[in-house]
C-alpha cells in the first residue's frame, strides 16, 4: 500500500511541476498578445501547481522511512 500512495504522491508532484512549467511557457515576450494568459489565470495555474508539488512532497515526506 505505502508503494501505491508513493506512487500517486510523486505523480502529483510531476503534475504540479508540469503545471507550472506550462504556465511559465505560456509566456511569448510580448510576440503574440492576443493568444497569452491574463495575469489572474497565470497566478492560478501557479498557484493550483504549487499546492500539488506541496501535497505531493508532504505525503511523500509523511512516508518516508
Known sequence: MKTVLKFAFGLVTFAGVML???T???DCDGKCLENSLPIGQILLQFGIGLAGVAAGAL???ALAD
Open 20 to 22: 507550472i512549467l506550462g
Open 24 to 26: 511559465a511557457g505560456a
Open 59 to 61: 505525503g511523500l515526506t
